[in-house]
């Protein structure tokens, strides 16, 4: 007997006979004696028919207007999730975000979760009823409808999980965990047991689509026992904890792969102070995100003093407006050159392992060197080691670092 | 400059261009400098398919669910509406019932309006804003979402007019006003320029579906002016008013004709005190709703002592339920036969006109007599003749009545 809050996502309740899949599922639990939290998004395929429909209405759709739009995805699966449940005489209550509430900041499209009230579910729960809310969604303090973004409904299971002091939170998705690498790449990948917070942000946030990182985040800072499974496959799926492993740690939990960014390239600007902000100044000014940033060491070849090179890596939709800001700025500075690659892949390994263990990244090397891949930036962390390569290497580097590391080896807990 | 309530329902909104052409119009009003407040309700056939979803799920879905379904249909329309608006330089907000708060009891699908929040709105006004409401919903008091029943967009948009004490409540439909009887059955059908609200009430619950009852109702109580025209051509529409006409009034407003009931009748049941409970109360309790009654003038010619005959309608889809139940009740007390007619139509002439003229009966019974058409049932009010006939007869009698009582001529007010 636990408190579990559960979300199933679009794919899990993308048609009829899938909502009454997860109300089958959803009805085992509640038999099981558990007091049980499901968290829905909008059916698969209804969040884009809805945003088709205002970007045909209006090029530019208000903020507010939007959040009220897609908000009503959720409140269909709610209420559908509800019914099921009832026919199969479970008792059951739907909750849209503002009903909970669900208090967040007033930034419509990307707002963040302030409070959640609990006391009605709390009432709820109590007389034995399945508490069903929307995900995604909330609302501000004056009322207004407002969304998390794409993938919140993540964010507001954990949410409910912290406010509850749930058991555990578990995240049903159509992967049945989190993999040591893409599985579609290497087919000797294998599904963690679990894994730790830090890894998963890591994880996530170099291009594991498996959670939203605001919800690992969320998940680490309140402590909540996250679980990733599979909705139509039993299994244990994997455990997100706190806690670090046992003696017989791995120095590598996981090789993450993301082919989102592109490389831009300045050569032979001048080595002197302010000059990093010169340069990516008017880019962060246009609200372009810079991920991996690095300088070479100056060299002093140059007759007007000793240059440098710069390198930076943003997502590909914003390659071009960066690249056009960077031969902007680089032309008052009188630049060699401004280049710059969408062809390539980051490829990083990551694990709490490598905190204590210093060859980590010399062996990640070795490993790259042997299959003759180039490597063009390196950038590290406490946990991380990550390597933007050509992308046509991409799966050959992926396979090389998973056998140098003996991933496909189940690890002693 | 006026502030005017408008509302478009489901085919006036019931696709993307629909919505652009409505948000044309509203932004030429808004240009005219009237303050705004327009009530929209789902896209056509979207409350069907949110339904046929419920039902696929479950076949008796709560009632509380079924309205966080269904009022989803307003909620999209009302975000459209607004970004269409937005688009065309007007600013826009939409509010859902729960926004404004639109407070209601929490009858489940068919609530009822208890108080309007006028505070929100208003600020919106002052500032220049069209508001966008969601017709059908509210909140109660407890926070759940309720809706008002089939049409109840039209009472939401009269209850937001009476609350803030708007100069018009105009309800745009796909007929350009109220007329004198069906067009499609008699083509010298006249459009009236302005029809009572009792008058209107009477059509209304006689069959003619321009407007909804309760809003009707709604709108004489807080004699609220309103008006029904057509969204797609314009024109003035009818206007329906608390002002009873000048004195050229005439005798008759309009003909109304309902065949959506059935006529049972048992004949030959003892003429003793009860005996209409008898026979109605297992109907009642059943909730079947029973519309005319006629009880005969006794006759003494049963052996058993004075017997009567009964004769009353239901709704056609409780007709089989309502036979069944009265043949029961006639058993136990010895009538002589239950019978039972599908078949009918009841053809009512309206007007406030009635109340000074005594005449109006023996004129509407000869011009049916005159085609020798058979009267099987009749019913009267102040203001309304209704007589029951075979529903064959439906287009020969409103023809000879429209004549009869003069009807294509223009009235003078």
Do not use: W
């Not at 980590?360 to 090397?365: D, E, T, Y």
Request: charged share 25%.
């Amino acid at each position: 007997m636990a408190l579990i809050v559960q979300k199933y996502g679009g794919t899990s309740v993308g048609s009829l006979e899938r909502i009454q899949f997860v109300a089958d599922k959803v009805a085992k639990f509640k038999e099981q004696g558990h007091d049980l939290v499901v968290v829905v998004s909008a059916m698969s395929g209804e969040t884009d028919r809805l945003t088709q429909m205002a970007y045909d209405l209006c090029p530019r759709p208000s903020a507010r207007e939007m959040d009220v739009l897609l908000s009503t995805g959720e409140q269909v699966t709610i209420a559908l999730l509800a019914m099921a449940l009832q026919k199969r005489g479970v008792a059951a209550k739907s909750y849209t975000g503002g009903q909970v509430p669900i208090l967040t900041d007033d930034a419509h499209s990307k707002a963040r979760i302030q409070t959640v009230e609990q006391e009605r579910l709390r009432a709820d729960l109590d007389a034995g009823r399945v508490v069903i809310v929307a995900g995604f969604q909330g609302v501000d303090d004056s009322g207004n409808i407002t969304t998390l973004g794409r993938g919140g409904s993540d964010t507001t299971a954990v949410a409910l999980a912290a406010a509850l002091k749930a058991d555990e939170c578990q995240i049903y998705t159509d992967v049945d965990g989190v993999y040591t690498t893409d599985p579609r790449i290497e087919p000797n990948a294998r599904r963690l047991d679990r894994i730790t917070f830090e890894e998963m942000l890591e994880m996530a946030s170099l291009g594991s689509k498996v959670l939203q990182i605001r919800a690992v985040e969320f998940a680490g800072k309140y402590a909540v026992p996250l679980r990733v499974l599979s909705t139509f496959q039993e299994g244990p799926g994997t455990l997100i904890t706190l806690e670090d492993y046992a003696v017989e740690e791995p120095l590598v939990t996981g090789i993450a792969v993301n082919e989102d960014e592109a490389q831009l390239t300045v050569r032979g600007v001048p080595d002197r102070p302010g000059i990093a902000l010169s340069l990516l100044g008017p880019i962060g000014d246009s609200n372009i995100e810079v991920d991996m940033i690095l300088q070479n060491a100056s060299g002093d070849g140059s007759p007007d003093g000793p240059a440098t090179d710069f390198t930076f890596t943003v997502h590909k939709r914003d390659y071009e407006r960066a690249l056009e800001l960077l031969k902007e700025a680089a032309s008052g500075l009188n630049a060699h050159d401004v280049s710059g690659n969408t062809d390539i892949a980051k490829v990083s390994l990551v694990g709490v392992g490598m905190r204590s263990h210093a060859n980590v990244a010399a062996r990640m090397f070795r490993a790259l060197a042997e299959e003759n891949i180039n490597i063009r930036m390196i950038s590290t962390t406490e946990i991380k080691i990550s390597v933007v390569i050509l992308s046509k290497y991409k799966e050959l580097a992926v396979r090389a670092l998973h056998e140098a590391f003996e991933l496909e080896k189940i690890r002693t807990v």
